[in-house]
């Protein structure tokens, strides 16, 4: 590594650890910030000799980060940027902090993929889905696709694990070289309703999804979910236990052992290693307070409210809604989630757009109590289990609440 | 095409104004949400389900209906919604919507028609799409082509007194400028945001209204929805409901933007 290179590394590692004293947050993007100031190929550097892999897509990046880290471990240490900083400073960081590690597995935000696949020539990339995900400042999903399927055509050597039920991951993917397909399921549909490829209309039934109009169609998978395991491509069924709730974290589960699979680990080695992981940067950690069970489920855009509420048990639930930057100023989406599963229970509702809920909820004919915040909602349910969903900065005002659980 | 029936609550017959309803002859209020397929791109379901949610609570069987682009559009509905899109989506609906006349019909029979963002242009004579010049349906007096920036964030507005509603509050997300022909109104004097170009926002004539507040427009503006419900049936005024959370929001929302 060059000289300016291990400077910056090292003023990264320092800042990050300073960050952390100070109980500024986890370090990681102030650290990878000042590294790049000192030296904007840092990340490139950092990356040379590893063996990479990146983790992309709207949803479920974090905990397949987390799931794909602990199974490649298989092989020898991994650095990975486990707290959710998907930008390049947090790869930066990420690495710096890590030493000289033969692994390392990234979340990466979807926009910042080319960049990223660029800086750090990973071996493998993970596409998992796309769909809406903050319009007022994101780009629209169908150019995102293009983005990516541009970023592939550049690099013709990278190994891709792709989502076979995602019209619009299939479209990106299709024309590489070397595609694993996994198959994870797909609930939310009203993103690829129309053919990315032709404009025609796309018709599913049962597993299978084709364009009616061109010959785009859903590639047979590889790795696919089955009960409570996964297939692998020799077609052996492996049963997956994790601590984490719900059919999406089976299918972050058998992307997880894809991509481990192209580090040489087998699924044999990788699946207990995947029970090691409880929660991910407090999503689903689970808190005890006043007697109150809580856990907490973040839910960012329309296609995690479904799978939030496939997971929430029958008890009270919290919906905490906010719309700060992070999160999108517009809540808008809010009418593109059905929330009728919840009628029934208990629900309140707070956070900062907590009105633009009620609202909501009412058009949606599922009763609730507003309550005025996160303690006063813990206090208003009975002793015993409290569900909570939240988007991403309610999420974190909750998780500081309750002392940055892990 | 699928429909869903809501049949609840108190019987219909309670208003008896009912007869006085123009556009249908069936029995239930008709809404067609107009290529879900194409003009769906954030939340614009909310005003389907806002409008029946709020026809539902006064006794009024509802039927909403989603017609897909490949479908042909019914011309006796009550209610015409159309949504928010991308360029590409959004000049293949103006064309399907030219091709089929289904919607023009329904106008000149008397339908409402309530149309946001990308729903808007395509109703005016023209509007820009990939940089491209394309026909809209010309059921307003306006035409549409880009602004020098786009425009993203809260919009306010004092209505058109003519319409008897107070301000409107929504959220926009368009990078077109809409000039407006003698033969509309603007829907309103903007008081936050752009709009058609800084100055006024929407534009409506007869029972056709259009406007840049994106997405679920109606949540924000419950008495917006009730005169698209008055317009249908003819039921004026309508039997009050219960508008503690929409009278909320708009008060927060409305009180960050002056």
Request: contains cysteine; aromatic residues 6%.
């Amino acid at each position: 590594m060059p000289l300016r290179a291990k400077v910056a590394s090292s003023v990264s590692r320092t800042a990050a650890a300073l960050s952390r004293a100070a109980k500024r947050g986890d370090g990681s993007v102030i650290g990878g910030w000042l590294g790049l100031k000192i030296d904007p190929d840092l990340l490139r550097h950092l990356s040379a000799g590893r063996a990479i892999a990146l983790i992309t897509g709207t949803n479920g990046k974090t905990t397949t980060t987390r799931l794909a880290a602990a199974a490649v471990g298989v092989k020898g240490p991994v650095a990975t940027n486990s707290f959710g900083a998907n930008l390049p400073t947090g790869h930066t960081s990420a690495l710096a902090n890590a030493g000289n590690t033969p692994y390392a597995v990234l979340e990466v935000d979807e926009h910042y993929l080319p960049r990223v696949l660029e800086a750090t020539r990973a071996r493998v990339v993970a596409f998992l889905n796309l769909s809406r995900d903050q319009l007022d400042r994101a780009q629209e999903v169908a150019m995102l696709a293009q983005r990516w399927r541009s970023a592939l055509a550049e690099h013709p050597e990278v190994r891709v694990v792709a989502n076979a039920d995602d019209p619009l991951v299939v479209w990106a993917a299709i024309n590489h070289p070397t595609v694993v397909w996994f198959s994870a399921g797909q609930r939310w549909h009203d993103d690829s309703m129309v053919c990315p490829e032709c404009g025609g209309s796309i018709e599913r039934a049962d597993d299978q999804w084709w364009c009616t109009a061109c010959p785009l169609r859903r590639p047979e998978a590889q790795w696919v979910v089955e009960d409570d395991g996964v297939v692998d491509p020799d077609g052996s069924w492996h049963k997956v236990v994790l601590q984490l709730p719900g059919r999406i974290n089976l299918g972050n589960a058998a992307t997880a052992l894809a991509v481990a699979a192209q580090f040489g680990v087998r699924p044999i080695e990788a699946v207990p290693r995947l029970a090691g992981v409880t929660s991910v940067a407090g999503r689903y950690a689970q808190v005890v307070r006043d007697g109150r069970v809580i856990r907490l489920l973040l839910a960012k855009n329309p296609a995690s409210w479904l799978e939030a509420f496939d997971m929430v048990e029958e008890a009270p639930t919290l919906l905490a809604i906010n719309a700060r930057d992070p999160d999108g100023l517009d809540t808008s989406w809010l009418y593109d989630v059905d929330f009728s599963p919840l009628r029934g229970r208990l629900v309140l509702v707070t956070g900062e757009r907590a009105y633009d809920l009620a609202v909501r909820l009412e058009v949606n004919e599922v009763p609730f109590q507003h309550v005025p915040t996160f303690a006063a909602a813990v206090t208003t349910v009975p002793v015993g289990r409290l569900e909570v969903i939240a988007n991403y900065t309610a999420f974190q005002d909750i998780r500081a609440e309750l002392d940055r659980v892990n | 095409m699928s429909t869903d029936a809501f049949t609840s609550g108190a019987p219909f017959s309670a208003f008896p104004q009912r007869d006085a309803t123009p556009a249908s002859s069936s029995s239930a209020l008709r809404i067609v949400w107009v290529y879900p397929d194409l003009l769906s791109t954030y939340g614009d379901r909310g005003n389907l389900l806002v409008l029946g949610y709020r026809a539902r609570k006064r006794g009024m069987p509802v039927e909403l209906i989603e017609v897909r682009s490949t479908e042909a559009l019914p011309t006796t509905a009550d209610i015409y919604l159309i949504g928010g899109g991308e360029d590409g989506p959004q000049a293949v609906a103006a064309q399907r919507l030219i091709a089929d006349g289904g919607l023009h019909r329904a106008v000149s029979q008397g339908s409402v028609v309530f149309a946001v963002c990308a729903g808007y242009q395509l109703l005016g004579s023209s509007f820009i799409a990939k940089d491209t010049k394309c026909a809209g349906l010309e059921l307003l007096d306006v035409h549409s082509d880009r602004g020098p920036s786009r425009a993203v964030g809260e919009l306010a507005g004092d209505v058109d007194p003519r319409l008897g509603l107070p301000p409107v509050s929504g959220f926009e997300d368009h990078g077109g400028r809409t000039h407006l022909g003698p033969g509309v109104s603007p829907l309103a004097r903007i008081t936050r945001g752009v709009g058609n170009d800084g100055v006024t926002e929407g534009a409506w004539r007869g029972k056709v209204i259009g406007t840049y507040a994106h997405g679920p427009a109606l949540a924000r503006n419950p008495a917006l929805a009730d005169l698209l419900l008055r317009w249908a049936t003819g039921i004026d005024p309508l039997p009050p409901i219960d508008d503690t959370w929409p009278e909320r929001l708009r008060a927060e929302r409305l009180a960050g933007v002056r």
